[in-house]
Each structure stands twice: as structure tokens, then as C-alpha cells.
């Protein structure tokens, strides 16, 4: 008979310290305690290198802590770790599917690991198979199902030994917002209807919010522990959106507040800047000046990042130039796309879409995973050649002059493409010489790019083991160096946390604001209010094009109030997939 206890995980003033390749300890957990109850959701959130990974791995019984208590279903995980991982799930950001077993293979592997008699399978396998919407994917690859299906038979594949307490470490990271919100849905499910015990990592803030219980941690330490609401709170009366003046944007509106001293935090927000003030009550006027400015109610981001900031000694240094640049107006048209057809045999990736980019512009190429968002980068890239249509990138035709408009354009991939053996310098070396900079000119941009993104303490250490934010930062360098005139950003900010995505919003913005041309892809919606345009993609198709603040007008929110860009994003393409299955029924009939 399984043991019971109300508080599924305690742990108290846990400590870990790893050692890094270049000798210097890092302490990943320094006095940590947390409690975690049966049958709740509890949230682990924090920036990079906060702890949360080392923490899940150390309640999974994968690490032993080197100090302090660990009580997980009432065992002693240090004493009896082998127990404790008979009667638990752990999904980790990289979970282990076998892309060349089918669907019910993989759960077969995972049920024999788990001694799952064939009976119990079968009575299993339909429910967990209905519960993720696989039934009809059975019999399909794992290596050919979408980004979101993977996390939801990685989930199935997770709860196969019916675990009494379920860990995911991060498991909506990478996937588009509708698959995030169908794995929200098992999750809650999961745990208001079966009871199951959950506790899960996110860099998701908006997350954070559907759980009972947060742990918030910053450099191993535990800055708060309660509901959502608590620390909500924090920022009580601190919470505010202002309309940019006459003649600004809200993304240079939201530079300058980010610049004063008594701002927290400042994201662009329906045209609009939601801050938070560093006190409650009035302030100076400051950048705010010519601004309306309202109170709103705090939500969980506003009270995380007041957190932070009472934590963290300075908010970081951001701050990017490039060498001077003539810009020959706002009008002047770096990308032109017309009728861009891409075909892999008889499947159709692009499909025939049109749109353009003006220098200076940020450019948002939205869509979930499998739209073509990736393939449209690669075509104007110029590292896949497109199937028909025109494709001109800073005037150039790509399919005369691919090399040399190669040479005014950066490119940071999903997977950042960095070489995870070499030196945070050894890869600024590789790129530098991969762009034909030579001599003193490659020792200069060199040094500019570490000191621009802060690599100087990380020049000797192997970039795979940098942490997310930092490897988004050593991508983004390497991908400046030539100075280029164009800038391709897929999926950047997938594995950053929240500090991370604003620091790299800062650059982005500042890039902008000296000429250069931005074109992004992002899972993350609230991203999209950085974007001067923005288009929205399924299936190869373009199924919506405008600002922000035009592309929110399209759908109502969820539970009233004002539609989020998430709500907008799910609207369209659901609206246009409902479409496609109407035109497909009267076709077959």
C-alpha cells in the first residue's frame, strides 16, 4: 500500500554546487526550501540559472544535494532514491522520444520500462492516446509529428506508469500557442479532475498564474513561495499603462521608461506601455511626460519582476551600437517578397505568399509549428532557393546575387548554431573568419561584440554550457560581427526567461532605431507587440497581416476584458482551420 502524506515535497536549506569546465564553482542551490502539496499544481519560475532544473533533478532523485533535507511521498529521496522514482513522472526539456518508433511504440518502450502488463495497456492506452488527441496518430513516427505533438506524447509517455507525482521541467517551451494551450488543458486536467500531483518549471510567466503555488528562486535562493495572487500583490499600486505621446511609438516609449532608474519593468502592451513603478504611489513625471497615464490592477509578471529588482543589484546594460549607417528613409524597401512558392515533391511549405520590409522596421512572421514560418527564413536567407515567385533582399535578386546579399544579412537560427565544444571566444573566432573578417578588423569586431553582450566573463567557457539567455546573447554577437544590414531572428527567445527575452528586446529595439532591418519569429505572443507589422501564418498560407494593435482587434478575449495577442493568434487560425475542413467536406461530397 502506497504511503500518503498531505505535503507531497519538502524540502529544506538544500544546497548544490556543480564545477564548471573552467574550474569555477557555481552554486546552484543555496538554502533552498519549498513544500509542494498532494494533488496541486505548483510552479517553479525564476530567470536563468536560478535553480529550477537542479531542483526538479534533485526531487527526481537524479542529483543529490550536497546539504539539507529532501522529502518527496513521504521518502527520503537521498536514502531511498530508486523508490521515490518508482512513483513518479519526469519529463524533461528534452524528452527522450524515439523518432523512429511510432507513437504506440513509444508508449510500448515506456510501458516495458515501467513493467506495464499488456492488460493494463490496453485499458491505458485509449485514455491517455483520447486525452492528447493521438488516437489517430498511433501508427505515425515520432519524428514526423508537429513540435506540440511531441510534447503531448512525451506527457503520455510520462504518465504510462500512472506516477503519483508528475515533474516537467519547462514543458511547453518551444511550442506555438495553440499547443500550449491544448498541454494546458491535459494539465489541468491532470490535476482539478485526477488528482494527480504536479510540479512543473516554466519560463512562461502567464503560466505561473494557473497554478496554486509559485516558488519564484534567483540564484539558487527562494525570493517567494505562495499563491499567484501574493505575489501578484507585490505590486500592488505600482501598475500602469500610459499612451505614447503624439508623434512616439510605444516601443520608444518603453525604451525611455526603461532607462529611468524608478521604472521596474515597461513591455509594449495594444499600442500601449504597461510599467511597473519601483514605489506605490505618485511619482515624477520623468520619460512620462505628454503621457496619459492609468492604474491597472497588478498581475504576476508586474509582482515577479518587482521581485527581481529588489534582488538583482542594477538592471543590466543593454545598450548596442553599430557603426554609423546612412539610412535612406523609412520607405526604403529592404525585403520584397511576391508570390513565394516553396515545394518539397508534392508537399507545399510557402505557399504563394507576399509581403515586404521597410529598412528600420521590426517584422514579425508568426504562425504554429509546421506554418513555414522556418522555410521562409531559409529562403530569404538565401540557404534555400524557392520553388517560383520574387525574392529581393536589400535589392538584390537571391536567385542571381545569393552570395553577395549573404554578406548584408545576419541569421540566428532556432538551434542558435553555435558549437557547443568551443569557447564562448573560439566561436566569435570561427564566425568572424566564416564572414571574411581578417586581421585587425576581426580582433575589433571581436572585442566589440563581447563587450556589447557582456561575454567577458564567459570568453573561456564552452558555449554548451552557457545558460540560455547567454547563449542567445553569444548567437546574436556572432551574427552581428559583419555588420549587417538585415537581421533574421528565428525563434530567438524559445529557451529564454523572462530577464533574458527583455534584455534581447532592448537590442532588438535599439538595432532598429540605427537602421537596421529586423525580421522575427516568436512563439511567445506578447512579443509581437514589439513589431512595427506583423503576418500571421498556416499551412504556407498568410492568413493575416497588420500592426499589433490591428491583429488583437480580431478576436475577444477568453474570459472577457481586452483580447491578448494570444487570443487573437488562436482566433485566426482556428477560424481559417475550420474553414479549410468546410471547403474539404463540400469538396468530398
Request: aromatic content about 6%.
Given at each position: 500500500?502506497?504511503?500518503r502524506?498531505?505535503?507531497?515535497?519538502?524540502?529544506?536549506?538544500?544546497?548544490?554546487?556543480?564545477r564548471?569546465?573552467?574550474?569555477?564553482?557555481?552554486?546552484?542551490?543555496?538554502?533552498?526550501?519549498?513544500?509542494?502539496?498532494?494533488?496541486?499544481l505548483?510552479?517553479?519560475?525564476?530567470p536563468?540559472?536560478?535553480?529550477?532544473?537542479?531542483?526538479?533533478?534533485?526531487?527526481?532523485?537524479l542529483?543529490?544535494?550536497?546539504a539539507g533535507?529532501?522529502?518527496?511521498?513521504?521518502l527520503?529521496?537521498?536514502?531511498?532514491?530508486?523508490?521515490?522514482?518508482?512513483?513518479?513522472?519526469?519529463?524533461?526539456?528534452?524528452?527522450?522520444l524515439?523518432?523512429?518508433?511510432?507513437v504506440e511504440?513509444n508508449?510500448?518502450?515506456?510501458?516495458?520500462?515501467?513493467?506495464?502488463?499488456?492488460?493494463?495497456?490496453?485499458?491505458?492506452?485509449?485514455?491517455?492516446?483520447e486525452?492528447t488527441?493521438?488516437n489517430?496518430?498511433?501508427?505515425?513516427?515520432?519524428?514526423?509529428?508537429?513540435g506540440?505533438?511531441?510534447?503531448?506524447l512525451?506527457?503520455a509517455?510520462?504518465?504510462v506508469?500512472?506516477?503519483?507525482?508528475?515533474?516537467l521541467?519547462?514543458?511547453?517551451?518551444?511550442?506555438?500557442?495553440?499547443?500550449?494551450?491544448?498541454?494546458w488543458?491535459?494539465?489541468?486536467?491532470?490535476?482539478?479532475?485526477?488528482?494527480?500531483?504536479?510540479?512543473?518549471?516554466t519560463?512562461?510567466?502567464d503560466e505561473a498564474?494557473?497554478?496554486?503555488?509559485?516558488?519564484v528562486?534567483y540564484?539558487?535562493k527562494?525570493?517567494?513561495?505562495g499563491?499567484?495572487?501574493?505575489?501578484?500583490?507585490?505590486?500592488?499600486?505600482?501598475?500602469?499603462?500610459?499612451?505614447?505621446?503624439?508623434?512616439?511609438?510605444?516601443r520608444?516609449?518603453?525604451?525611455?521608461?526603461?532607462?529611468d532608474?524608478?521604472?521596474?519593468?515597461?513591455v509594449?502592451?495594444?499600442g500601449?506601455?504597461?510599467?511597473?513603478h519601483?514605489?506605490?504611489?505618485?511619482?515624477?513625471?520623468?520619460?512620462?511626460a505628454?503621457?496619459?497615464?492609468?492604474?491597472?490592477?497588478?498581475?504576476?509578471?508586474?509582482g515577479?519582476m518587482v521581485?527581481?529588482?529588489?534582488t538583482?543589484?542594477?538592471?543590466?546594460d543593454?545598450?548596442?551600437?553599430?557603426?554609423?549607417?546612412?539610412?535612406e528613409?523609412s520607405?526604403?524597401?529592404?525585403?520584397?517578397?511576391?508570390?513565394?512558392?516553396?515545394?518539397?515533391?508534392?508537399?507545399?511549405?510557402v505557399?504563394?505568399i507576399?509581403?515586404?520590409?521597410?529598412?528600420?522596421?521590426?517584422?514579425g512572421?508568426?504562425?504554429p509549428?509546421?506554418?513555414?514560418k522556418?522555410?521562409?527564413f531559409?529562403?530569404?536567407?538565401g540557404?534555400?532557393?524557392?520553388?517560383?515567385?520574387?525574392l529581393?533582399?536589400?535589392?538584390?535578386?537571391l536567385?542571381c546575387?545569393?552570395?553577395?546579399a549573404r554578406?548584408?544579412?545576419?541569421y540566428?537560427?532556432?538551434?542558435?548554431?553555435?558549437y557547443?565544444?568551443?569557447t564562448?571566444?573560439?566561436?566569435?573566432?570561427?564566425?568572424?573568419s566564416?564572414?571574411?573578417?581578417?586581421?585587425?578588423?576581426?580582433r575589433?569586431?571581436?572585442?566589440?561584440?563581447i563587450?556589447q553582450?557582456?561575454?567577458?566573463?564567459?570568453?573561456?567557457?564552452?558555449?554548451?554550457?552557457?545558460?540560455?539567455?547567454?547563449?542567445?546573447?553569444?548567437?546574436?554577437?556572432?551574427?552581428?560581427?559583419?555588420?549587417?544590414?538585415?537581421?533574421f531572428?528565428?525563434?530567438?527567445?524559445?529557451?529564454?526567461?523572462?530577464?533574458?527575452?527583455?534584455?534581447?528586446?532592448?537590442?532588438?529595439?535599439?538595432?532598429?532605431?540605427?537602421?537596421?532591418?529586423?525580421?522575427?519569429?516568436?512563439?511567445?505572443?506578447?512579443e509581437?507587440?514589439y513589431?512595427?507589422?506583423?503576418?500571421i501564418?498556416?499551412?504556407g498560407?498568410?492568413?493575416?497581416?497588420g500592426?499589433?494593435?490591428?491583429?488583437?482587434?480580431?478576436?475577444r478575449a477568453?474570459?472577457?476584458?481586452e483580447p491578448?495577442?494570444?487570443?487573437?493568434?488562436i482566433?485566426?487560425?482556428?477560424?481559417?482551420r475550420?474553414?479549410?475542413?468546410?471547403?474539404?467536406?463540400r469538396?468530398?461530397a
Amino acid at each position: 500500500m502506497k504511503a500518503r502524506t498531505e505535503i507531497a515535497i519538502r524540502a529544506r536549506n538544500l544546497l548544490k554546487t556543480f564545477r564548471r569546465q573552467t574550474g569555477e564553482l557555481v552554486q546552484a542551490l543555496n538554502g533552498v526550501s519549498i513544500e509542494a502539496h498532494q494533488g496541486a499544481l505548483t510552479a517553479i519560475v525564476g530567470p536563468d540559472g536560478a535553480g529550477k532544473t537542479t531542483l526538479i533533478r534533485l526531487v527526481a532523485g537524479l542529483l543529490t544535494a550536497d546539504a539539507g533535507t529532501l522529502e518527496v511521498l513521504g521518502l527520503d529521496v537521498a536514502a531511498e532514491p530508486q523508490q521515490v522514482q518508482d512513483r513518479l513522472g519526469y519529463m524533461p526539456q528534452r524528452f527522450g522520444l524515439y523518432e523512429d518508433l511510432s507513437v504506440e511504440e513509444n508508449l510500448d518502450l515506456y510501458a516495458d520500462l515501467h513493467g506495464v502488463s499488456s492488460a493494463s495497456r490496453q485499458a491505458k492506452y485509449p485514455r491517455l492516446l483520447e486525452m492528447t488527441a493521438l488516437n489517430s496518430f498511433r501508427d505515425r513516427l515520432a519524428g514526423q509529428l508537429s513540435g506540440g505533438m511531441k510534447q503531448k506524447l512525451g506527457l503520455a509517455c510520462t504518465l504510462v506508469g500512472e506516477p503519483d507525482l508528475l515533474l516537467l521541467d519547462e514543458p511547453t517551451v518551444g511550442v506555438d500557442p495553440l499547443s500550449r494551450r491544448e498541454l494546458w488543458k491535459i494539465i489541468l486536467h491532470l490535476v482539478n479532475d485526477e488528482g494527480l500531483t504536479v510540479l512543473l518549471s516554466t519560463s512562461y510567466l502567464d503560466e505561473a498564474e494557473r497554478c496554486g503555488n509559485v516558488v519564484v528562486l534567483y540564484l539558487g535562493k527562494t525570493l517567494a513561495q505562495g499563491s499567484p495572487g501574493e505575489v501578484s500583490n507585490i505590486a500592488s499600486d505600482r501598475a500602469f499603462v500610459a499612451d505614447p505621446p503624439s508623434g512616439s511609438t510605444a516601443r520608444g516609449l518603453q525604451v525611455r521608461l526603461l532607462g529611468d532608474p524608478a521604472i521596474v519593468d515597461a513591455v509594449p502592451e495594444a499600442g500601449r506601455v504597461r510599467f511597473v513603478h519601483a514605489e506605490s504611489g505618485p511619482f515624477g513625471v520623468g520619460a512620462l511626460a505628454g503621457t496619459q497615464v492609468i492604474a491597472v490592477e497588478p498581475r504576476f509578471e508586474d509582482g515577479f519582476m518587482v521581485l527581481l529588482k529588489r534582488t538583482a543589484e542594477q538592471k543590466p546594460d543593454v545598450e548596442i551600437s553599430m557603426p554609423p549607417r546612412p539610412v535612406e528613409g523609412s520607405d526604403e524597401m529592404m525585403v520584397e517578397v511576391r508570390e513565394l512558392l516553396r515545394k518539397f515533391s508534392d508537399f507545399t511549405a510557402v505557399d504563394r505568399i507576399s509581403f515586404e520590409v521597410r529598412r528600420g522596421e521590426i517584422f514579425g512572421l508568426l504562425g504554429p509549428n509546421g506554418a513555414g514560418k522556418t522555410t521562409t527564413f531559409r529562403m530569404l536567407c538565401g540557404l534555400l532557393a524557392a520553388t517560383s515567385g520574387v525574392l529581393r533582399i536589400a535589392g538584390m535578386d537571391l536567385r542571381c546575387s545569393r552570395a553577395a546579399a549573404r554578406q548584408r544579412i545576419g541569421y540566428v537560427a532556432q538551434k542558435f548554431s553555435l558549437y557547443g565544444q568551443l569557447t564562448v571566444a573560439e566561436n566569435l573566432e570561427f564566425f568572424a573568419s566564416a564572414y571574411g573578417l581578417r586581421g585587425p578588423s576581426k580582433r575589433s569586431r571581436i572585442r566589440w561584440a563581447i563587450q556589447q553582450f557582456g561575454l567577458g566573463p564567459f570568453e573561456k567557457l564552452a558555449a554548451g554550457q552557457l545558460p540560455g539567455g547567454y547563449k542567445q546573447r553569444l548567437a546574436m554577437a556572432a551574427a552581428l560581427l559583419h555588420q549587417p544590414e538585415i537581421l533574421f531572428l528565428d525563434e530567438p527567445t524559445s529557451v529564454a526567461d523572462p530577464l533574458a527575452r527583455r534584455e534581447f528586446w532592448q537590442r532588438v529595439t535599439a538595432l532598429a532605431e540605427q537602421g537596421v532591418t529586423v525580421i522575427v519569429t516568436t512563439h511567445f505572443m506578447e512579443e509581437a507587440e514589439y513589431c512595427d507589422r506583423l503576418v500571421i501564418m498556416d499551412a504556407g498560407r498568410i492568413l493575416a497581416q497588420g500592426t499589433p494593435v490591428g491583429i488583437r482587434s480580431r478576436a475577444r478575449a477568453e474570459q472577457g476584458g481586452e483580447p491578448t495577442m494570444e487570443d487573437a493568434f488562436i482566433a485566426i487560425v482556428e477560424q481559417a482551420r475550420t474553414h479549410s475542413d468546410v471547403v474539404a467536406e463540400r469538396g468530398a461530397a
